[in-house]
Structures are given as C-alpha cells and as structure tokens.
C-alpha cells in the first residue's frame, strides 16, 4: 500500500491534514529506532544527519517543517526504487552524498551516467574523485564498519576548525589517535597529511603575480614577463638567484565560478538559491529584501531575458582593508575581495558560511586608486559569466542550465568607495551623489558641506534668513545627473599609467576642471550593465552612523574629537552670524564662550554617569560601564556597534536633561531617523517622509552648530532614504557582516611573516570542511550547532497553556505552595486557556449570580471527573489534567529562555552588568504593561504536563494618573509604585523583553522603556526558525515617526516646520501626528 505523503508539502502545519500525517509517520518511525532508541530527524534544520528521540522528531517537524528533497523515506524503512540498500557498511557513508555533489553527478543514478561526467578513472569519474572514492570506502581500521577514513578525517578537521585547534594540538592529538586504534588504521600522521587528502574537495586558488608598486599582474598576455612592463622594475625579489624565485608582491585570486556552481551542486544550498523568485514581498511598498527595492527591479525590467531564470545569480561586492596583525604598531594594509549572493532568503545571505572570498590583495599598502589592477581577473570572469555564462548542474531538479551572474553594487565605507568607483570622497565635490552640485564651502582648515537650503522650496522663508551663514540662499536644488551624463563626465578622464613608481608619482598633479572629482573610470564600466544600475555603490550605513555619532558626541562632551574648536569660531566670525560665539580677548587671553549646544561641566558629568549606568539585555550590546573615564568626563573606545546602540538608544534620551529643548529636537530627530532606517522591514513611503524630513533636520543643525561641524558624513546622511528605496533594507546593504567575517580572515595569520598565504591556506581550508560540514551526521556543525539562546522544543498540545514551557538556565529550586497562592495560579492558568471558553459558558448558563473565579474551577474539576468515570471521550488527559490542578509544590528558576530570548528575575539582575528582567505584555486597547520579572515558577500537572508562569511586579502606570508617558517615540513610566499585587502572573510565552534606562528629564523615579527585537525574531510569516543576522534592529521603519516637539527653533514657526522641501521632485500628503498640550500623548 502506497504511503501517503502529501501532508509533507503543507505549509500550515497546524492543519488537522498535517496533524495526522505526521501522526501516521510516527508510527513508522518508531519502527527503525536504533539500539539506543534514536531515529533520524528528517526536519529542515537536522536534513536527516542527526537522529533525535521519537517525540523530539515530532516536534521537530511540527516546528521547522519536512525537508522537502526527502522524498523516499530510506532511513524510515522505504526501498529506495533505484537501488536497494542490503547494508549499512561504508558504501552508505554521508561523505559520498559530498562528493557526488562536488563532481556534480549522482552516481547511484544510472538514469544521469552519461551527463557530462568526465572520462578517466574508475566508473568514469576522474582520477582525484577516485581515490576520494577509495577513502570513503576504505575502513578506518579493520572491522571498523561504521567509519570510514575519510569520514574520520572530515569530522576531526572540522572539530578543529570549529574549535580553534592549533596546529601542535592536533598533530599531538592524531599521533595519540594512531597509538590508541587498532594496528594498520588509517588515521593521518600530520594535520598536513590530512589537508592533502581534503584539498580535493576544496576550490583551490590561483597566485597570480604583481609588480611591487601596483602596475600591472603577471597574467594573461604578461604571464611570461620578467619585468614590468609599466615601470620596468623587476618581478622577482632577486632576480639573479639560481633557486626558486621569489616574486616582489602575489594577488590570490579565488575563481568564483567553480563556487558558483557548487552552489547548485550541493542538495542542501540549491534549493535556497531561487528564494527571491517567490519570496518578494506581495505588499506594496514594503521592503524585506533587496528584491524589493526599486533597483532590482529596474534591472529586471532592463534585462527580462535574465530575470526570467530564476537560478541567475545576483551578487554584491565589499571590499576594506584591515591590518592581519591587530592593532599593532606596524603598519600593513591587506585587501580581501568578497561577494555574497542576493538570491538566498535575507536569513542566510549575510551568513559567513555564504560569503565567498574572491581576491586577497597584498600589503603592505592599500592599492588606492590602482583598485582596478588587482581587480581584473574578477572582473574578467563577470563578463564571461554575464555573456555565454557556465554549464551548470542543479541538484534540486538534476537538470543542466546555463547560469549566468551579474553584479548588483558594492558595500564599502566611504575612502573604499572613492578607490572602487573613482569618485573621490575629498575637496568641494566629495558627494557622489549631488556630484558637481554639492553644497560645500571654504572654512578655516577644512571643508564645510553646509548649504542644505538649497533643497528647500523656492518658497521657504528660510531661504531669506542670514541667520545660516550671513547669506540669502538662491542656488536650486542639486542636479540629477543621468546616465549619459555620467558617461560624459568620465570621457573627459585621461587615460594615465597606473602603480606609485616614484618616477610618475610624488607630486600632487593639478586637476583639470573637466575631471571634476573623478580619478579614473572605473573597472566596472567594462560590464555591460553598469552603467545602467541605479545603485552601484551603496553608502554604508555602519561607517556613516558611527563617524556622525563621534562627531556628534565629541562636540557634546567637547573632547578630543569636538568639531566645535577655535578655528570653527573663527569661522563664525568671518561669516558675521553668532556673535555670542565668537572669541574674546581677556587680559591678553583667548577666551571662548561656552556655547548652548556642547555640555556643561555638570551636565557632562550627569550624562555620563547615565551612560555608565545603562545595563543592557545580555547580547544586545557592550558593558557602557567600560567606555566611561573614570571621573566620569567622557566617553572612550567606541566600536561602530557601540555607536549604533548609543546614537538610536542612549543619545536621544540621554541629552534631554542636559540641553535646551531647540537643541535636543533636532538631535532628537537624527537619531530617531537611524532608529528608523535600520529596520528590518522599510516601507517606501516612510523613506520618501523621511527624506524630506531630513532636510529640514540638517537646516536645523546648521542654525546650531558651526559649520565646520559638517563634514562629508554629515552631509551624506541626506542620501540614505533614498539609497534605501532603490536597494532595499540597509542591514543587507552594510559593513557589519564583512568587518566580522574580515576578523575571522585574521585569526587564520598562524605566520605573521606571510599573512596572506596563511590567509589563503585558512579560508580554502574551512571552505572545504564547511561544505563537508552539512553532510556530516553525529557531530556539530555550523549548520546544526545550538543558539546560546536555543529554545526549547515545544510540542503540540490541544490546550495552549501547556505550551508555556521554557529552558530553565539556573538550578531548580522546590517550593511549597500555600493554598491562595496556588488557587490564584490554578484561575491564571483556566483563565488563559482559550479552548475551555465553551465550559466557562456552560458554566454561566448552569449557574447564574455564581463567582467565575471562585467557583467555576471546583465545578470543571467535577464535571470533568464525571467524564472520566463515564469514559466520555470528551475528557482529554490534558482537559482531565487541567481540571485536576497543580501539585502543592512548584519548581522555582532564576532563569529561563522562552521564546529564544533570556530572562533573569530582578534579584539576580541587580548583581549583573546585563538586565534581563524587563517585562511587557500588552493590554487592551493598545495599552501596555511593564513591570520586573520576580520569580519563574513551573506548575506540573498530573500526566507529565506543565505550565510555566512569570510572577511579575507590574508599575503603576495608570492612564488616569499621568503615571506613563509617550512623546516622541519615547515611552516614559513612573516606577514608584505598583499594582496588580494579586494578580501578578503572566504565562511565559507572553511575555515580551524590554529594558529600563534612567530618564533624564524627569526625576528619579521615571525610566525610559526601550523594546528589544532580537536577531531570531523575523518579519516573515512562515519562518519560525532562522539564524543570526548581525545587530538588533527595529520591525518596522513605521514604528517610528521622524516629528519631535520639544521646542521650536529661533524665528522659525511650526507653519515654516510642515512647509514641503523639494528634492528635485516632491511628495505630498505629509502625516501630521496629532499631538497632547504637552506634546505628547499621556496615559
């Protein structure tokens, strides 16, 4: 009798369908348990290669889903039709599954023999697969029939990957392995004898060498040379040796078709590299990927004959220097090349296991503006692969196409971009996007990018103030310059000889007034779509933020990096606006007048004691207790990520009772704008508002600050928006993920004397090991390692209540329950348990004028037993269960994870540096509560069953006594009291992470409440399961509204504040956010 297995392919898996297929292969699989009672998992997240408990696979599936390649269930007692199994000896081991992958054919499929597998060696395969073949097939000892020695090879490279072993370690710990197996095992003699027998499965690299001051490669048509054929220096270090020479600088180059391909070879990635066909979002205007985003589809539109196979690949580029040895004082600037696909779901695209590094460029100099030289070979096999493309195999339908590739952008921060693109970041001009137009002037030292007037209406009174610079503002907005002005631009470019040989370098050549800002015509060109891209170059957010928050804050703290210095005030002087700013001299002394945006010497101390006083949630950021000097003045050793949280958590809420209300709404806006471009999910329509709203932001600060307060960075913030509705969610777009990965590129320098060989050696190293890694069963991998914050399986249950289940993190401690605290948890639990609703309407109806709470659970409890005793199907085990009650006595936690997020009760988070016990669980009418986490208590019930409840102190935030605040996106609460004292328990899945920072402008008693939307919390509705991207972001981009009213600015009115700006076009229908007498809406 055929097996029905339809139920597999059901993507609502609470479906009744679902339900009893999945009921029905439970009994099968109870059938094929081992010796120690496991049987595979076949889950999309254990793919077969681990084998659980039969009730932890039940819930596996009911969680995460079947693996949809899994079709003939060979591991639960199916014959495959093509071949029967007769036993489980080394034929059958995983390591096959990965080789058959890496040559691209299944050769247990005779259907597919004769496609395109190479001739030589046996069974027609080539000679280096053969004796992989003959190491899958060769026992690691004899009689060891359960482990081959390739398999043993491929788990111990792998734990030592994964567990950072060196090389000394392992070499020890094999020569102990080879004494203690068996005579004549297979076991390696060396960790180099192993990683000869890998490399096979490994990619590989090409050397390819250069002339020592960047010129040109030896390659291709200068392969042969001895000399540069730019410079004429020679291409050895010493080039009269007799020996092996020894070339002056080698570029390895990481060919990325052969990775491209495996992309689709491979069972386990294939089926994931034609997500963006189906998972763009259907909502207009929403933004969950860069699919979504307008330039995406302006090339598809552009080119329909690529956009029509799915399984083309788009890539984006990132590129920054790094220095292998730390933070030394030696000076070396190495360049890796890396590109990642756009294909996959947004969860696995900015994976490390995703990225693929291309080119190593050598130090010990950045390449600059010779970027392109070191790019060639990468830029030659994109256009062969976006002209006749590569014969490629796909593992999901075991067919061959034709794959071609396209590169979308690149991802740099802005000194990267002007060396990839040729536009450079400095002088009047630096802003790529306004080019020619960019509002910049001459200050004292330096460059000012002011003038942000110029976006505003023709209209706007602001136009006619001096108060900005002494001057009325005429200029029209920046020109939009097309693509064929681009190209017109580049074509007064001369051609000039590449490399820094001393003899045509050194001196500063003046610049022709044609070339504008650009320095050369960039590589990129040469690819036949380029120049139609809408994106080619994003701005990273990463560095952008982190530069305006250093800027932003130094001047606040006046520290080191104060942009607000002597000069700036000379600067003021000469433009003949803030005379209460200008210089004084005093006694033969220079004086300079504290200005109203910079801090006090109290208010410098307060803020940073409030900064030293933030405790976040654990993984959400650093310890700000370490970034404060020790006499509380100023703020150090900020990381990018540090700056992050600081300018869209801390800064805004920070500076509100430490400055005057028109200088904190502007600041206040800025970062909320952060805040919101950072969302996961964007919408189109919040990015137009929240570009014209910038506008008005920067018109702001230039009335406050000087002007050479505004840097390029500054000024670059105006173009996010918009780079964020062509591209999509920036979080896919930035640095972050790259500067991690680049950390991982440097912990493989083992030979500080050759950093990029040890590179290079590392990365095909664990790129071999990763692939092998997702065919390896009985052992952790990357790809099945446990979060630190892994939930715990919950499995289906009729009554939602016993869901409430958790991963305790602490002992358990036994608690005897006293009689009204237990009945006061028994009615919590009835109460919060939807599916007796019916019996709680029999309940009424029976027995009208009775006490719900006081009756109704003595009257389940007996309707119940009557049930039981007339055997009524009716009554469940877990209805019965339920109608029982609890035990007297209860187990007690201090911590938990619920939901993969971590709690702690508060009196263990008081002696912590993090805080866990923040709660929220919202009300009716879109009211929230807060309170504190005071106690994990887990209830048992008869028949195994459990619930777990959160015993909470709830603040009083009344709506009727003004006890919670919300103003400017900012929820503020009084903690001085609390309620609910009878009624203080939560189920635990309801429970929702926030945390508290001390509130500034309001007394000691008031906290600012800040959610936490962790990294495995997706806006996706049908994924549960997914992995880590890089920081915390919010959902949405609408949560936050880019309007503050904590005071206006001098001579303007709130009538000049809501006129509309121009951006060269304009948008209208603003949203007004309706707001209380106090500007804000009070509970």
Known sequence: MAIDKSWTTLRRRNSDEFWNGLQEFMEIAKEHVNSS??????CTRCLNMLSQKPDVVEAHIHAYGWQASYTTWVYHGEVDPLHVIEDEGPTTDEMIGAINDVIGENINNEEHVDEGIPDGGANGIDQEYAELFQEVETELYPSCTWLSSLNFLAKMLHMKVMNKWTDSSFDQLLEFLKFALPKDNKVPASYYDAKKKMRKIGLGYQPIHVCKNDCCLF???NESMQTCPVC??????????????VPQKVLRYFPLTPRLKRL????HTAK???WHTNGRSTEDGIMRHPVDGSAW??????????????????LGLAADGFNPFGNMSQSYSMWPVILTTYNTPPWLCMKESSFMLTLLIPGPKSPGKDMDVFLRPLVDELKMLWGEGVQTRDAVTNSIFTMRAALLWTINDFPARSSLSGWSGQGYKACPTCNEDTPSCRVVGKTAYVGHRRFLSSTHRWRKSKLFDGNLEKRHPPRRFSRVAILEQLAHIPIRLPGKHPSFGGMKRKRDPNELNWTKRSIFFELEYWSFLELKHNLDVMHVEKNVCDSLLGTLLMNDKSKDTSNARVDLKDLGIRKELWLQEKDNKIIKPH???SFTTDDRRRFCQFIKGVKLPDGFGSNFRKKVTDNDTNIVGLKSHDCHILMQRLLPVGVRGCLDDDIVAPIFELCTFFKQICARTLVVDDMKKAQDQLIMILCKLELIFPPAFFDIMIHLVLHLPEEAILGGPVYMRWMYPFERYMKKLKNYVRNKAKPEGSIAEGYVADEALTFCSMYLQGIQTRFNRPDRNEDVVVHKRQLSVFESQCRPTSASKIIFLKTPDRKAMEWFVLYNCPEIQVYMDQFHSEMQGSNLQNEFPSWFNKKMCNLRQAASPECTDELFSLAHGTNFNAHSYTGCIVNGVRFVVRSRDMQRTTQNSGVAVPGVDGFTFYGQLEEILELRYLNGYSVVLFRCKWFNT????????????????????EWYKDDPYILATQAKQVFYIEDLSRNRNWRVVEDVNHRKIWDHPSIKDVNEIDVIHDNSSSNFVLNSDLGELPNTSCEDLQKDVKWGFCWKNKKRVKMSKGGGIVY
Not at 37 to 42: I, Q
Not at 264 to 267: D, I, L
Not at 297 to 314: I, S
Not at 958 to 977: A, E, F, L, M
């Open 37 to 42: 009672g496991f049987v595979r998992c076949p």
């Open 219 to 221: 390659w291709k048509e």
């Open 232 to 245: 004429g220096d020679s291409r050895w270090v010493d080039k009269n040796t007799k020996g092996k020479k």
């Open 264 to 267: 689709y070879s491979s069972r």
């Open 272 to 274: 994931d590299m034609t």
């Open 297 to 314: 589809k302006d090339f598809d539109t552009r080119y329909p004959e690529f956009a029509n196979e799915p399984r083309n690949v788009r």
């Open 595 to 597: 200005a109203k945006y």
């Open 958 to 977: 009344d709506p009727r006594k003004g006890r919670c605040v919300i103003k400017n996106n900012v929820t503020s609460i009084n903690i001085s009291s």
